[in-house]
């Protein structure tokens, strides 16, 4: 098929990036359509190397053109005979050059190969994920089945020691009858009937090692399903569970579990009930090499041992140990109450409040559980009816200071209890999942990382020495615990872009990251406090407090590298801007547009990073709704126009937008210098008593994201921080400051120099209305500032 009739048929995903693709002037996707039989059938890389070559398909490209220019107008096709000539006319701009021409071509044609390629990797991996979903499936059917062959082969047990107690009844009555009728005189009919008696104790016999025959095959399949059960699916329960626990959207639903596990625990009783039926029947006949007396104790030992085992691996921790305000579960601070739930799988209604479940510490460093430590598994306090006891209001004590060492120590909380039923006492312990213990609230960020790491990597979940010496984390592994974090706080994780590009701030370069590791050091050590962690967990702290939506709806690119950011943006219109994440200001967003100079070169403009201290006082839609500069007619435009990748603002920002009217937000004010004039346009004043120098900066310029906030400038700071400013404009390569006050006393001090400088100024305020027109002229150079405060 030929590559642009496989482009059509892409899903949606990918024939989107074709429309990017095409959305240059270099190559018309309506050419590229029309003429792709011919483009495809010749040699543009020796074209891109040979002018005569060149020249040729050059020339060849503007007769197909004709050629289709033809055919519109016979078709009366007014549009596309415009846009046919109008191509023609910018393709002969290359007729000095045909090779440039070529070059373009070629590069579309192997972009386009790149898009197939994904799109035929993005097949495959689907392919291979539909093959596991149906493994899995087919996995719990057979499960299934083995556990109805199960329950079917106790039905026929039941059915054979009922004959079995019959034939020994039939064999008891006639013996005991034989008996009672005295002895027999004639020989050969004691003969007779004691050979008649030996066949029914033949019979007996070999019907007895039938029934242990049967009852060692059930206890095998009973083994077999028992491994299934503990070493594999609970297994897998409990890896999804630790997943879970760090934000992986996988089932922890224990219901199906506890369904299997009580089938074999119900079968495992029977099969004692079996044997004891078996040794009461022996007590009433019994007979030289009876068989029953030769293998019941290693059947009933077995029994008993499959049953315990069962019962053992049965009493989980159903939820992990959390506080009600952490950052997640496993993290848990002295003095504050914690919650945890335990759960048995067997379900016995009988047993309802009759099992009581203590929990404890491990005694390092002397962490104690204080409050309700004693509770009973019953099935009220289950939704879905299982045994579980939910300790809710339990607080972890130590009588140790802890220092900042303490987020690597590890701890595990266990659980206590004893199964007694028919006989049968087991005792049972659960244990959580290892908590790190914390003392002070700043430590918790900390505190969560190891949690992170320790679940992501670690599957020996008794292993509290675990970062004594800690492997280090593959990437893919990495980078889909990342993903879990934001995907379980706003339900949107992260795409391979944006994966990629924190796979390159951590290992740089790369043409492939699937074999780099991240050591712990580098996540939660390295430069502390600025380590990894703390730069991501603050990009996901802002997200969720003030971005919620806009990142679930996927409006932020978020995490794009300023080199990529740049790349994307002079490709596109002027007034497409993306969103992105701040890489060296934590918790900081930013947005960048493309501006076009004065030759018609793009040019990418970038303001400094927002943060939560400023989405706090305005959302982020009406800073970009609102946000302004001031062109050369000193008029006030927006210029931030297109969503990349070109999606109108208003329409990708338009449901988030507050009412004008009842919501007064804080704007910022902004000034911009142009020439010999400087004109400051002030709208609501900011809640803060800080005043902060805000400026977008073209993206050749900035070397970081844009200035540091200038903070708390008041009285003859502000004023020289202002002379300053507008004294050397040339010198100075902010374009537009956004300045935020809280007080109108603050205004003398902003505009009121001290000292020498102080005669230099004068100001004149008229007030009307609650509206404050301000007048600045500075004496010694021909600059103005004119500010008008709502």
């Known amino acids: 098929m030929a590559q642009w009739d496989r482009l059509r048929q892409l899903s949606d995903v990918y024939r989107q990036e074709l429309h990017e693709l095409y959305d240059r002037d270099a190559l018309p996707m309506d050419v590229r359509h029309y003429l792709s039989v011919w483009i495809e059938k010749q040699e543009w890389l020796r074209a891109a190397q040979d002018p005569d070559r060149a020249m040729v398909l050059f020339q060849d490209l503007l007769s197909n053109l004709d050629i289709q220019h033809s055919r519109f107008v016979q078709e009366e096709s007014f549009l596309l005979q415009h846009n046919i000539r109008r191509y023609k006319q910018n393709f002969q701009n290359y007729q000095d050059d045909p090779c440039t021409l070529a070059r373009n071509i070629l590069w579309f044609l192997e972009k386009e190969k790149e898009i197939l390629d994904r799109a035929d990797l993005a097949e495959q991996v689907q392919f291979l994920n539909v093959a596991q979903e149906a493994m899995e499936i087919s996995s719990l059917q057979d499960l299934e089945r083995k556990m109805a062959g199960l329950r079917n082969d106790m039905q026929c047990m039941e059915h054979t020691m009922s004959c079995l107690e019959e034939q020994q009844d039939e064999f008891d009555f006639k013996f005991q009858t034989y008996k009672m009728e005295g002895k027999v005189i004639n020989k050969a009919v004691k003969k007779e009937q004691m050979k008649f008696f030996q066949q029914l104790i033949n019979r007996l016999d070999e019907c007895r090692k039938s029934t242990l025959s049967d009852l060692h095959k059930l206890l095998d399949k009973t083994e077999e399903l028992i491994n299934l059960l503990v070493k594999k699916e609970l297994v897998e329960w409990q890896r999804r569970q630790q997943k879970a626990c760090i934000g992986a959207p996988d089932s922890v639903c224990l219901d199906q579990l506890e369904t299997w596990f009580t089938c074999v625990a119900v079968c495992l009783f029977q099969v004692r009930e079996f044997l004891s039926k078996l040794e009461e029947l022996v007590g009433k006949v019994s007979y030289a090499n009876d068989p029953v007396k030769a293998q019941k104790p290693a059947l009933q030992k077995r029994a008993d041992t499959l049953l315990k085992d069962l019962l053992k691996s049965s009493f989980v921790v159903e939820t992990q140990p959390s506080m009600p305000q952490g950052k997640g579960p496993l993290v848990l601070r002295t003095n504050v109450q914690f919650s945890v739930k335990t759960r048995l799988l067997v379900k016995f209604p009988e047993l309802n409040h009759s099992m009581k479940v203590n929990v404890s510490m491990d005694r390092y460093r002397r962490f104690n559980v204080l409050g309700n430590n004693t509770k009973a598994l019953n099935m009220a306090e289950s939704q879905s009816g299982g045994m579980v006891a939910d300790f809710r209001h339990l607080v972890s004590d130590n009588d140790l200071r802890i220092s900042l060492s303490v987020t690597e120590e590890l701890h595990i909380v266990y659980f206590n209890t004893v199964f007694e039923q028919k006989g049968l006492s087991v005792e049972l312990q659960a244990c959580s999942l290892p908590v790190v213990i914390i003392s002070n609230s700043s430590q918790q960020q900390s505190a969560w990382a190891s949690v992170l790491w320790f679940n992501m990597i670690s599957q020996d979940t008794k ?206 004010f902004s000034l911009f210098c142009h020439e010999q004039l400087v004109v400051m346009t002030v709208c609501h004043w900011s809640c803060r008593n800080t005043l902060d120098a805000r400026s977008p900066m073209s993206c050749d310029m900035a070397q970081g994201e844009g200035l540091e906030p200038m903070n708390g400038l008041y009285g003859e700071a502000a004023g020289e921080s202002w002379l300053s400013l507008l004294s050397h404009p040339a010198e100075n390569p902010i374009q537009q400051i956004t300045l935020r006050s809280s007080k109108s006393s603050v205004l003398p001090s902003l505009f009121w120099p001290c000292g020498v400088v102080k005669s230099m100024w004068t100001m004149l305020s008229i007030k009307m209305s609650g509206t404050a027109v301000i007048l600045v002229n500075f004496s010694l150079v021909s600059y103005g500032a004119v500010g008008c405060f709502y």
Not at 465 to 486: D, V
Not at 525 to 535: A, I, S
Not at 537 to 547: C, E, F, N, R
Not at 604 to 633: G, H, M, W, Y
């Open 463 to 668: 292993d509290v020495l675990f970062f004594a010496n800690s492997p280090a984390a593959a990437w893919p592994q990495f980078g889909e615990m990342l993903s879990w974090q934001f995907l379980s706080a706003t339900k949107r994780g992260l795409n391979d872009a944006q994966l990629e590009m924190i796979a390159h701030r951590l290992f740089g370069k790369k043409q492939s990251y699937d074999n780099c590791k991240v050591a712990w050091s580098k996540f939660s050590k390295e430069n502390p406090p600025d380590t990894f962690y703390v730069w991501f967990d603050g990009i996901l702290v802002m997200v969720k407090s003030y971005l919620e939506d806009l990142w679930r709806d996927g409006h932020i690119m978020g995490f794009v590298s300023k080199g990529k950011e740049k790349s994307l943006l002079k490709k596109k219109q002027r007034g497409t801007f993306l969103l992105r994440f701040s890489e060296s200001v934590i918790g900081g967003i930013t947005f960048s547009w493309v501006e076009t100079t004065i030759t018609g070169e793009p040019d990418v403009k970038t303001v400094q990073p927002f943060t939560k201290t400023d989405l706090s006082q305005i959302p982020f839609v009406e800073i970009i709704r609102n946000f302004q500069i001031l062109e050369a007619e000193n008029i006030p435009e927006n210029p931030l126009l297109y969503l990349y990748p070109n999606t109108p603002k208003d329409e990708a920002f338009g449901r988030y937008y507050s009412e004008r009217t009842g919501a007064v937000y804080p704007r910022p």
